[in-house]
């Protein structure tokens, strides 16, 4: 589809392949601080970034917000666009992985929050370094 055959409503679902990969390496970030310290609290919060992220819609979700209003100003006009559905699921997959992992940090179950945190963090390291979207895909 050209850029020329886009509709209005299909133009509001689609947004800069940019944004997305922001997202993730500011997830990796605080992925790798959560294993760092073991704090259940801040995958908790990582979950509610997921979860405005999965059901409100990356434009609305705490880092979609930044990239837009910090990030992408000064960057060139975007080349790509995509479809915002793939990366909202992807957001949902998060989502499940960070409350499985805050409930394990926050119910003594260190290891369950380890691993869940950790398969979280690759798939976030995935798309932020290689634009690889495991959740999309």
Known sequence: MTDSQ???AIAARRIDVRGPRFG??????????????????????????????????????????????????????????????????AQGVGLLFAVVGAVGYLAGAPVLGVVATALALAAAFLNAAFAFCLGCE
């Open 24 to 89: 993730a390496t500011l997830t990796t970030v605080v992925l790798l601080v959560v294993l760092a310290t073991g704090s259940g609290w801040l995958l908790a919060a990582q979950a509610a970034v997921f979860a405005i992220g999965a059901f409100a819609g990356l434009r609305r979700a705490p880092y979609g917000l930044l990239f837009a209003h910090l990030v992408r100003p000064r960057l060139a006009p975007p080349s790509a666009f995509e479809d915002e559905a793939p990366p909202r699921f």
């Open 6 to 8: 886009v509709t209005p």
